[in-house]
């Protein structure tokens, strides 16, 4: 097997403070906000690269620079925190290669992707999806406490943190063979990303590399400079030199472009979301303006089905003065064969009606069907409904009943029952609200939105490029740059040459 091309090496630091870690995710906070920023720039700009890809055949080299810089800050925050736990030296905040860091990552120059592997990469990926998910804790553990349900992550790294960290309080010693599995598990999870993102076309192995070091199985390839300074036999000297990287110049202006574009993005979705739901809301609509629910089934060995605790505000403005908005339809047909009736009332006449009377109060609904609760009191039949004067609005019918009712200020309750007031009440339930023509503002929505996120975009491309520009390094040249020697415990086995990135 020759290597692959995406290096993920790191070395543990000698002495790990026992107690660190309890508190390293407060100290990660910067960290992860500005993660946060980078990973939205990530996804923005790998989509963009997608495209490049497809359309041209070739991946953007700022582009390339920007993804494997927010990859190599990544893995250093993830190395520091709570996926390694391999070092207590605080990660630098660049998306620079950072030499004499203990966590490292270098992916190599690669040959022009297939146009084609944009369309399928995340297929075919799919299997180390699973697999890497099972690994990093896709199953949780739950345990209740009362009413409270508590979901752990219950998965390799997770379990694997929890045994390092309790070894560190306790024995001030990390397993070694606990520490390669969690960095093996690591680098895989990172050669998955690399692959999703086209920053290398080559499939990853299914094979968990575990240790410091990349296993570097082709014995003819070139050589690396290993962990200890031990100089490589095939790399001149130099060659890590040869191209100078662009580090002159402020970010300031990337940095402010890529956080804008971030901004921004979050609302242009939000509208574009927005705009879209209305236009398919409003789709619904009928030609007298009626949007009408599915079929809600009800069913009730009691003498009333209720909805309660309908509270209707300003409704008489929208009523008063649009004359397309404010009706309520309400459509009900008996399951049993009997008369049924259908009526609006205030809450308090409702309650004094059916006082003392065991009813069933809509609670919810579960697909189609009503869930109820019950309230307390004689199962019995009720006066029949049709002959109170409290009604807002009513309807009586053999078969089929439908109510239409202007909306009011107030707290209202829907009654449904037998015409006779008799107990077993069974029907098919469609309400109807009419509601204005919404498609000049869910239009303009969306419109606002798809441009909101255009402009995002170009922010994000015009910040990401030009940090890539300047933190990425420069092009790889045609032999893989030498590792600086770090400091640390010698290895406990071989290092085979060709192995740093």
Known sequence: MNRYSLRVEAHRDEQLSRWLWLVKWLLLIPHYLVLVVLWIGFVVLTLVAYLAVLFTGRYPHAIRAYDVGVLRWSWRVNYYGYQALGTDRYPPFTLA????????LHIDEPSRPPRWLPLVAWLFA????????ALTGAATWQFESGDTRTSVPLGVVSVGIAIAALSLLF?????????????GVARWNLRVTAYLALLTPRYPPFRLDQGEREPDDDPTGPQ????????????????????????GGSVAGPVTALVAGVILLLPGIGLTAGGGALLAFNGHRDSAGYVTSSVVHTSTTTAVVTAEGI??????????????????????????????????ARQSAVDAW??????????????????????????????APAEQDFWLASATGSGTATLDWRVTNGDFTVVLANADGSAGVAADVR????????????GGLLAGGIGLILLAIGFV???????????????????????????GPPLEHAVPAGTAS
């Open 224 to 247: 690396r400079a290993p962990f200890d300074g031990t100089p490589a036999a095939d790399v001149p000297a130099g060659a890590a030199s040869s191209v100078p990287a662009r580090t």
């Open 431 to 442: 309400a109807s609200a009419q509601i204005p023509d919404l498609s000049a503002i869910g």
């Open 126 to 133: 799919l299997p180390h999806i699973l697999i890497v998910g």
């Open 171 to 183: 024995t001030g010693r990390y397993p070694r063979g606990l520490y390669d599995l969690l960095l």
């Open 97 to 104: 290669d950072v030499e004499d860091y203990p966590a490292r």
């Open 461 to 487: 491309i015009i910040g990401g490029t030009g940090l890539g520009r300047r933190h990425g390094g420069p092009r790889t040249p045609a032999g893989p740059p030498p590792v600086q020697p770090l400091s």
């Open 311 to 344: 509270t209707i505000q300003g409704g008489d403005l929208w009523a008063r003065n649009l004359t397309d908005v404010g009706g309520v339809r309400i459509t009900v047909q008996s399951t049993t064969g009997k008369p049924v009736f259908i009526g609006v």
């Open 354 to 383: 059916t006082a003392g009377t065991a009813h069933d109060r809509i609670t919810g609904i579960s697909g189609s069907v009503a869930n109820y609760q019950r309230d307390n009191g004689t199962l019995r039949p009720v006066a």
